[in-house]
């Protein structure tokens, strides 16, 4: 049997019937919160705000247009409810003792000296990015979203995508093999 596409459930979540949501919460939890983590590098900080992206799905449901692809709808509001956890809780600038008490802004200063493995290497240069170069990559190369689907989340044409992407990547690549 065919299941509903995210579109559909979506729509019938917009109409309230709520129930919709239990499929779409089981589709989209387990990628919203990889994509989240990658970001903050910090799992409870990833499970909560996963729960504020599906808190936000109800909340703004009747924005929600069934043209639009529910995929790059949800991801807009991790990107939003990601941008909102770090406004909450800024980091002065030159504040460099409570940077260190910070854990993931002390994990990205100690990326070079810390990682143990290719992987976690990675994970910690990519942690060393802007939040706009790190969004991206991780878009791209984690969450399988294409340059036009990011462009259009980004507010961008897909050509300026595809180059905020590359200077990302050699930005990625200056601090990896540094």
Not at 23 to 32: I, V
Not at 97 to 111: G, N
């Amino acid at each position: 049997m065919h299941s509903p596409s995210d579109e559909t459930l979506m729509a019938q979540v917009r109409d309230n019937d709520l129930d919709q949501l239990t499929p779409l919460f089981e589709r989209y939890q387990g990628p919203l919160f990889g994509f989240l983590l990658r970001l903050t590098n910090d799992r409870d900080t990833a499970q909560d705000l996963v729960q504020n992206v599906f808190l936000r799905v109800l909340k703004y449901r009747a924005s929600y247009q069934p043209a639009q692809p529910f995929r790059a709808w949800v991801y807009q509001l991790a990107r939003h409810v990601h941008a909102d956890h770090w406004q909450r809780q800024p980091v002065p600038a030159g504040d460099l003792e409570t940077a260190e008490r910070t854990p993931t802004l002390r994990r990205a200063a100690l990326a070079g000296v810390a990682a143990s493995s290719d992987g976690e290497h990675l994970y910690e240069a990519l942690a060393l990015l802007p939040a706009a170069q790190r969004e991206i990559l991780v878009l791209h190369r984690f969450q399988g979203f294409d340059y036009a689907e990011i462009g259009e989340m980004l507010g961008c044409s897909e050509g300026t995508a595809r180059v905020k992407a590359h200077r990302a990547l050699e930005a990625l690549r200056k601090i990896y093999f540094s």
